[in-house]
């Protein structure tokens, strides 16, 4: 296996605990923390005005009571919005947290994280670049894998910040998916945990990568993959597959 500065957990929080707190914030970084997770993932893009942010879509309208793209707003306008009441009253006025906030936020908790370099279109370059440097200069304690589709985005991130570990994310196996992993100098494949299938896992591994299973909510589905040999389950539910699995792995 190619080599890690970190041990990778083997339950992953999909956007923090988000089956119980409202995605990519830091009410659902902390649930995740209570539920006993060590790491967490979540979705950066970059504001109007070029700052980090944690979102996953590239509009505002199904997570907070904004509109318009991610892109076309500056962070103060961002900043103001309510990220939490959409999903329930109890977590009304929660923000939509900047990367900088994450990333303390985590390091306070104890937490690694999973940072899906998600760029809006045309952005690509520019949005793992201001991630990569950032994390690079922030998270000291915090260890950080970065993951993304977009290969220019993977490749800026190399480049930015080498040190920091990347994996490529695909829907699906493709079949020049070895060739993609040494171009862009990842240590991790992360699938869509429907697509994955034994042999694949097996002929990732034998040739030194990770594999990273997403959304995974399920608990007989979670063994199966761990059998398999995945090496960490991306879930919404992280306690609820933490016990699953008999606790965390390491």
Known sequence: MRSLPFALPSVIAHRGASAVAPENTLAAFRRAADEGAAWIECDVKLTADGRPVVIHDDTLERTTDGGGPVAGAPLDTIGALDAGGWFDAAFRGEPV???????DLLAELGLGANIEI??????ERETAEVVAALVAAQARDVPVLFSSFSHESLA????TAPAVPRGLLVWELPGDWQKLAETLDVVAIH???ATLKPDQVA?????????LAYTVNDEATARALVETGVNAIITDAPGRIRAAL???AG
Do not use: I, N
């Open 156 to 159: 800026a991130a190399r480049d």
């Open 97 to 103: 947290p900047t990367l900088e906030e994450t990333l």
């Open 191 to 193: 699938a869509d945990h």
């Open 246 to 248: 008999g606790g965390e």
């Open 118 to 123: 998600k760029p809006c279109k045309g952005r």
């Open 203 to 211: 002929a990732v591994h034998a040739a030194g990568y990770r594999v």
